[in-house]
């Protein structure tokens, strides 16, 4: 089966092409370094010409809300459209667990205007919501770091390794169409600041890490369950301990 990963030369989108190809399958990795743009729309009816799934793992190049709102509406409307002409039977996009709940975060609206725009068209979609990824432990730590101190809230946070991610994404491609949305989360819930304290000892790179209740995540005020799964379908295998005792994805 011909499945296009836009995104495919990124960190989740690398694995998903490889995780098909595996299984048989002919995925197309479908980025502007092969010539494909999701932006002005250069390449799509080529890459989707016979495909019979779509899934889209790309990401805005900026955080900046203005600009990644730009970039998810002009990106999705641009590949629903091509996805419709190619009669793609399955669009699977990847958004974030509890983007909903989280209005204040920019980039986490306009993931929620993305979601809209699939759930509005014609095609046959699921959308997969994932926790933040083992690899993110330091970009989080950058983003909260106030002076020589890191401040995040004390509240429930269960991240999932991009391997899981990319397994998971690559099961639901294959899988018939919901027509909604199921969330993924890896194994084992920790508290928010813990987790980070203890991902940047378990890398060698320790900051001090303070639990602050009124601590925002990229502009975001956090409750106990913003960034957990209500009824995850899938929990990862991998294990944060052994993801990060390994040397290739530490």
């Known amino acids: 089966m011909k499945i296009v990963v836009i995104g495919g030369t990124g960190l989740i989108g690398s694995k998903v092409v490889a995780a098909l190809a595996e299984e048989g399958h002919d995925p197309v990795a479908a980025s502007p370094d092969t010539g494909v743009n999701t932006l002005t729309g250069d390449g799509l009816a080529e890459a989707l010409a016979g495909a019979e799934a779509l899934i ?46 989280m209005p204040e975060s920019g980039y986490l609206r306009a993931k929620v205007a993305q979601e809209t725009l699939i759930d509005e068209a014609t095609l046959p979609y699921t959308i997969v919501r994932a926790t933040q990824f083992y690899e993110f432990v330091d970009r989080i730590a950058d983003e909260a770091m106030h002076g020589d101190v890191v401040r995040l809230p004390n509240v429930a946070f269960q991240p ?50 303070v639990a602050d209740p009124k601590a925002r995540y990229f502009g975001t005020e956090l409750h106990e369950r913003s960034l957990v799964p209500d009824n995850a379908i899938h929990l990862g295998g991998i294990r944060f301990n052994d993801w990060v005792s390994q040397p290739a994805t530490a």
Do not use: C, W
């Open 56 to 101: 889209d793992v790309s990401n805005s190049p900026s955080f900046e809300d203005r600009e990644v709102l730009d970039f998810f509406m002009t990106s999705t409307t641009n590949l629903l459209a091509a996805a419709e002409e190619a009669r793609v039977r399955h669009y699977v996009a990847l958004s974030v667990v509890g983007a909903d709940r």
């Open 160 to 209: 999932i390794a991009a391997d899981d991610v990319a397994a998971a994404v690559t099961e639901v491609a294959q899988r018939a169409p919901v027509d909604g949305i199921v969330e993924i989360a890896g194994p084992e819930q920790f508290r928010f600041d813990q987790f980070i304290r203890h991902g940047l000892l378990a890398k060698g790179r320790p900051r001090t890490v």
